[in-house]
């Protein structure tokens, strides 16, 4: 049994498959690969690309999905190990996924960090405790990593050059400003998946403390070894978007901060300049740009990049259905 929960964990030519595959189901969207299956997707967090793209992939491959909301329409989950289940908790996730894996054949799951201690979060518990107890595949809909949207933006980044080979571009990954603090996921996975693909990496931010979790550093530093490419850290706008072939921007809390947001946010709001705009895109060596959405326009793009021909976006959010259902139909092989 295999689960998808990090690309990391899959080979560089299963991810190229996965790719081919979807983007046959692209060109024609409905199949059998899933007739007679089923899929839960547990829901921790709101969505609206992820539920959608997963139930209509489903429904195009003949299957059926089920959408559960624990602590809403299902009981709320306790994770830890020895906890006295005497607070709002009412069952656990040891039982939780065994019983879910005698119903359905797959099992999808959507839940952020709590925002309050990294070193708990980046354990990604909640997630890898589902794996754990599961008896089914298991689908990671975004938790610390959002690996689906690395697949839609990937074949979104491909479709737009006309190759599947994406070595020598150069990729900037920038960070925006946001009024929030927010989850890294997107970041993470965007830096592992341009590396995966043997493309020149840039991350920008605008100081160190917004780097990277270490972890995904080093996911991108041995994808490097091990496909060419480069990765670099930048704090400069000019130089980091000088010559990109492709900008992809993204909102993320400094980790430093994590759980202690209040001095982080006037550093955050000095740097509201680093939005994408016309300008800074006039730099790039016609470059495309995109972003996983939801975007807040004219705080992270302007509205005139969000609605150039450079700005792949919505490729890349439809994208997110046809990914899905080559993960599905991989996963029931």
């Given at each position: 049994?295999r689960?998808f929960?990090n690309?990391?964990?899959?080979?560089?030519?299963?991810?190229d498959?996965?790719?081919?595959?979807?983007s046959a189901?692209?060109?024609?969207?409905?199949g059998?690969?899933?007739?007679?299956?089923s899929?839960?997707?547990?829901?921790?967090n709101?969505s609206m690309?992820?539920?959608?793209s997963f139930?209509l992939g489903a429904?195009?491959l003949?299957?059926h999905?089920?959408?559960l909301q624990?602590?809403?329409?299902?009981?709320p989950i306790?994770?830890?190990?020895?906890?006295?289940?005497?607070?709002?908790?009412?069952?656990?996730?040891?039982?939780?996924?065994?019983?879910?894996s005698?119903?359905v054949?797959l099992?999808?799951?959507?839940a952020?960090?709590?925002?309050?201690d990294w070193?708990?979060d980046?354990e990604?518990?909640?997630?890898?405790s589902i794996?754990?107890y599961?008896?089914?595949p298991v689908?990671?809909?975004?938790?610390?990593t959002?690996?689906?949207q690395?697949?839609?933006?990937i074949l979104?980044?491909?479709e737009?050059?006309?190759?599947?080979d994406?070595?020598g571009?150069?990729?900037?990954?920038t960070?925006?400003?946001?009024?929030?603090p927010l989850?890294t996921?997107?970041?993470?996975?965007?830096l592992?998946i341009?590396?995966?693909?043997?493309?020149?990496?840039?991350?920008?931010?605008?100081t160190?403390e917004?780097v990277?979790d270490?972890?995904?550093m080093?996911?991108?530093a041995a994808?490097v070894?091990?496909?060419?490419?480069?990765?670099n850290?930048s704090?400069?706008?000019?130089?980091?978007?000088?010559?990109?072939?492709?900008?992809?921007a993204?909102?993320?809390?400094?980790?430093p901060?994590?759980?202690?947001?209040g001095?982080?946010?006037p550093i955050?709001?000095?740097y509201?300049?680093?939005?994408?705009d016309?300008?800074k895109m006039?730099?790039t060596n016609?470059g495309?740009?995109?972003?996983?959405?939801p975007?807040?326009r004219?705080?992270?793009?302007t509205?005139?990049?969000?609605?150039?021909?450079?700005?792949?976006?919505?490729?890349?959010?439809?994208?997110?259905l046809?990914?899905?259902k080559a993960?599905m139909?991989?996963?029931m092989?």
């Open positions: 049994m689960h929960l690309t990391q964990d899959w080979s560089r030519p299963d991810l498959q996965l790719l081919l595959d979807a189901f692209k060109e024609s969207k409905l059998d690969q899933l007739k007679g299956k899929i839960a997707l547990m829901f921790f709101p690309r992820t539920r959608t139930e429904f195009q003949g299957g999905a089920i959408v624990p602590g809403k329409d299902a009981w306790e994770f830890d190990l020895g906890t006295v289940m005497d607070g709002d908790t009412e069952e656990h996730i040891a039982e939780v996924a065994r019983v879910l005698r119903y054949d099992i999808g799951v959507r952020f960090p709590k925002f309050v070193t708990v980046r990604d518990q909640v997630l890898q794996a754990k599961a008896t089914v689908i990671n809909m975004e938790t610390i959002h690996p689906c690395e697949l839609a933006h979104a980044l491909q737009h050059f006309g190759t599947r994406l070595r571009k150069k990729y900037v990954l960070w925006t400003y946001h009024p929030k989850n996921a997107v970041a993470n996975s965007a592992t341009a590396t995966r693909m043997g493309m020149d990496v840039t991350l920008l931010c605008p160190p917004y990277l270490q972890r995904y080093d996911w991108g994808n070894a091990e496909n060419g490419g480069s990765l850290v704090h400069d706008i000019e130089s980091a978007y000088a010559g990109a072939d492709v900008i992809y993204k909102s993320w809390g400094a980790l901060y994590f759980g202690n947001w001095p982080e946010k955050r709001d000095q509201q300049h680093f939005m994408v016309e300008a006039a730099l016609n495309v740009f995109s972003h996983c959405l975007l807040r004219n705080v992270k793009a509205d005139g990049v969000m609605d150039s021909p450079a700005c792949i976006a919505i490729n890349e959010a439809e994208n997110r046809h990914v899905q993960i139909a991989t996963l092989k």
